[in-house]
Nanobody, 127 residues
Framework: QLKLVESGGGLVQPGGSLRLSCVAS????????VGWFRQAPGKGREGVSC????????NYADSVKGRFTVSRANPKNTVYLQMDSLKPEDTALYYC????????????????????WGQGTQVTVSS
């Protein structure tokens, strides 16, 4: 079974940067769509970014476009989320998740589409 572990969260001031990592084990990520999601207290889980198996296609939520960058290092079985120009509203528990890509015809950033989830890493943006 695929296992995902996120790391890299922490406390950062507004305008700062963090890089989150999602490391997979139990299976290769080469054939999986990977998404990043976040959930703030009292709010639902929202899609932040997603990336296709090769890393050649990415999607971003409007709220993070231009500030966050998703990338993947398949030889390391790792996906990253580089977060720059962080804002207090970015504060949330961040998750990575994976979905086996059977068709290659879509790239969802909807959490309902994903099957495998990490435990989450907390990102807090505060001065």
């Amino acid at each position: 079974q695929l296992k995902l572990v996120e790391s890299g969260g922490g406390l950062v001031q507004p305008g700062g940067s963090l890089r989150l990592s999602c490391v997979a084990s139990g299976s290769a990520l080469d054939f999986y769509i990977v998404g990043w999601f976040r959930q703030a207290p009292g709010k639902g889980r929202e899609g932040v970014s997603c990336v296709n198996p090769t890393g050649g296609t990415t999607n971003y939520a409007d709220s993070v476009k231009g500030r966050f960058t998703v990338s993947r290092a398949n030889p390391k079985n790792t996906v990253y989320l580089q977060m720059d120009s962080l804002k207090p509203e970015d504060t949330a528990l961040y998750y990575c998740a994976a979905l086996r890509d059977y068709s290659g015809s879509w790239l969802p950033c909807d959490p309902k589409a994903y099957d495998y989830w990490g435990q989450g890493t907390q990102v807090t943006v505060s001065s």
